[in-house]
């Protein structure tokens, strides 16, 4: 069973960082990522790396944040700098994974508050 465990959330003062983590019981993970969902909002892909440390970041988060990944450890990670009231939301880790088909998995989300 694969299970990603997020953690690192929590409240900040806007300007502030914060880091989060994820780790993943499982291996070989392709793709890995942190995704956000703000009330009454979409789900929005926030970052994602390939195993090859390939980064793609979303427009609002380039130049603040930072994607990395340890892929002995099966850990990703989210540096958060900068941040600002608009990045609350409840951040989830994401990861696929190739066993004959491909399998998406989902962290079970990690509460970032940015107060003015």
């Known amino acids: 069973q694969v299970q990603l465990v997020e953690s690192g959330g929590g409240l900040v003062q806007a300007g502030g960082s914060l880091r989060l983590s994820c780790a993943a019981s499982?291996?070989?993970?392709?793709?890995m990522g942190w995704y956000r969902q703000a009330p009454r909002k979409q789900r929005e892909l926030v970052a994602t790396?390939?195993?090859?440390?390939?980064?793609n970041y979303a427009d609002s988060v380039k130049g603040r944040f930072t994607i990395s990944r340890d892929n002995v450890k099966n850990t990703v990670y989210l540096q958060m700098g900068s941040l600002t009231p608009e990045d609350t939301a409840v951040y989830y880790c994401?990861?696929?994974?190739?066993?004959?088909?491909?399998?998406?998995?989902w962290g079970q989300g990690t509460q970032v508050t940015v107060s003015s």
């Open positions: 790396i390939t195993s090859g440390g390939q980064t």
């Open positions: 499982g291996s070989g993970f392709s793709i």
């Open positions: 994401y990861g696929n994974v190739r066993r004959g088909r491909w399998y998406d998995y």
